[in-house]
């Protein structure tokens, strides 16, 4: 049923730390996306794939790297992880540039 | 570069009172204007989108419209239940990406 999935929900880990956040969507979407939102709960666009392929990398630090397998999956690794990181990352897909379905949030805390 | 602006950032209505909240963007090149809810800890669920050719859309008790000339967009929530309070987000579809706006956190007072 679910739409949009990602895991995990939480994520706690120590600085320097390498983790990953998966996001898979049924809805037959061309086009994923990852956003952040950040302690005052600004939301910002990282990254967009179409195809598989990157549209959109909205100067991220390179220590993020998506990586899409397949139209259904984006996933967002991150290499030593910082204090700043922090933040709720949620994934979304949409045909072309329709409507956006967001998933529930992967709540990453760096400690 | 788009720029997405709510205001105001906080609003307290008693319950059954009708409201309206506010979105304006810098750029009128968008594909569309999406308005989103989300309730505290959770996700954002979409709740109307409206294309750039459009003027409104209509769900229920809620009623956006937009005016691409004036980059402005409104959400209209008729007789206002405790079960709307949420943060309400308006976001501007364009290059490939929304530009999400601050966000107006609802109150309904019972």
């Known amino acids: 049923d679910t739409a949009v999935s990602q895991t995990p929900k939480y994520l706690v880990t120590q600085m320097g730390n390498d983790k990953s956040i998966k996001c898979e969507q049924n809805l037959g979407h061309d086009t994923m996306y990852w956003y952040k939102q950040d302690s005052k709960k600004f939301l910002k666009i990282m990254f967009s794939y179409n195809n598989k392929e990157l549209i959109i990398n909205e100067t991220v630090p390179n220590r993020f790297s998506p990586k899409s397998p397949d139209k259904a999956h984006l996933n967002l690794h991150i290499n030593s992880l910082e204090l700043g990181d922090s933040a709720v990352y949620f994934c979304a897909s949409s045909h072309r540039s329709y409507e956006q379905y967001f998933g529930p949030g992967t709540r990453l805390t760096v400690t | 570069k788009q720029e997405v602006t709510q205001i105001p950032a906080a609003l307290s209505v008693p319950e059954g009172e009708n409201l309206v909240l506010n979105c304006s963007f810098t750029d009128s090149a968008i594909y569309n204007l999406q308005w989103f809810r989300q309730d505290p800890g959770k996700g954002l669920t979409s709740l109307l989108l409206?294309?750039?050719?459009?003027r409104e859309q209509t769900s229920g008790r809620l009623n956006a419209s937009l005016d691409k000339s004036s980059g402005r967009s409104t959400l209209y929530i008729a007789a206002s239940q405790p079960g709307d309070s949420a943060t309400y987000l308006c976001?501007?579809?364009?290059?490939?990406?929304?530009?999400f706006g601050t966000g107006t956190r609802l109150t309904i007072i019972p």
């Open positions: 976001a501007a579809g364009g290059n490939e990406k929304l530009t």
């Open positions: 409206i294309q750039s050719s459009q």
